[in-house]
């Protein structure tokens, strides 16, 4: 069964700071990884997706990449704003149905 | 906003009683997702519809869980005989095709 593992659980960084969020996947044989980002109290909001045969994605400050013979996949967030604390998941389609097998999520924190 | 509500955003019930959610996507959403998030975990997969054919189910989902999407319209959640291990936000997601799942809000369910 695929595991998906995000690493650190949370993180809290001053405004401005570039940073970079973990997420490893025990089983490599994936159609897509995609990230989230979860408001308290509210659904999950797609950020990127990476296709299996793609390395990374872009959109805006936010940059994905994608190893897949690690098992690994980076979310790099540029020039961070306190309007970027939430918590952000991967999750990995195993079966190209998009059932998506999720991480524990990293919460972060953008302090003014 | 996604377009995709769910009702009631809040459940109590006590142990034993029966409960359910209902979720409703936007017209064009063919395809719709349950997932189950208990507290300080990602979300899990239970099932996925194509129109109104549930296609997967998780073996998450026991017996007590039904689904349905009678006219690939809305869906329902219906828990039997609730447990406390029930307790969670049980998540609906709605999509045009295999890479989109736009989140709703979710419902939090707690048993007493």
Not at chain 1, 64 to 80: P, V
Not at chain 1, 89 to 109: H, M, S
């Amino acid at each position: 069964k695929q595991e998906v593992t995000q690493i650190p659980a949370a993180l809290s960084v001053p405004e401005g700071e570039n940073l970079v969020l973990n997420c490893s996947f025990t089983d490599s044989a994936i159609y897509n990884l995609q990230w989230f980002r979860q408001d308290p109290g509210k659904g999950l909001t797609s950020l990127l997706l990476i296709q299996s045969s793609q390395r990374e994605q872009t959109s805006g400050r936010l940059n994905a990449s994608l190893d897949k013979s690690s098992g690994r996949s980076t979310l790099y967030i540029a020039a961070s704003q306190p309007g970027d604390s939430a918590t952000y998941l991967c999750a990995a389609d195993q079966t190209g149905a998009n059932n998506l097998f999720f991480g524990t999520g990293t919460r972060l924190t953008v302090i003014p | 906003d996604t377009g995709v509500s769910q009702d009631p955003r809040h459940k109590i019930t006590k142990r034993g009683q029966n409960v359910t959610f209902r979720c409703d996507p936007i017209s064009e959403h063919n395809r719709l997702y349950w997932y189950r998030q208990t507290l300080g975990q990602g979300p899990e997969f239970l099932t996925y519809f194509q129109n109104e054919a549930q296609l997967e189910k998780s073996r998450l989902l026991s017996d007590r869980f039904s689904a349905e999407r009678p006219k690939g319209s809305f869906s329902t959640l219906e828990i039997q005989r609730t447990e406390q291990g029930d307790s969670a936000m049980y998540l609906c997601a709605g999509g045009r095709g295999v890479y989109e799942q736009y989140f709703g809000p979710g419902t939090r369910l707690t048993v007493t």
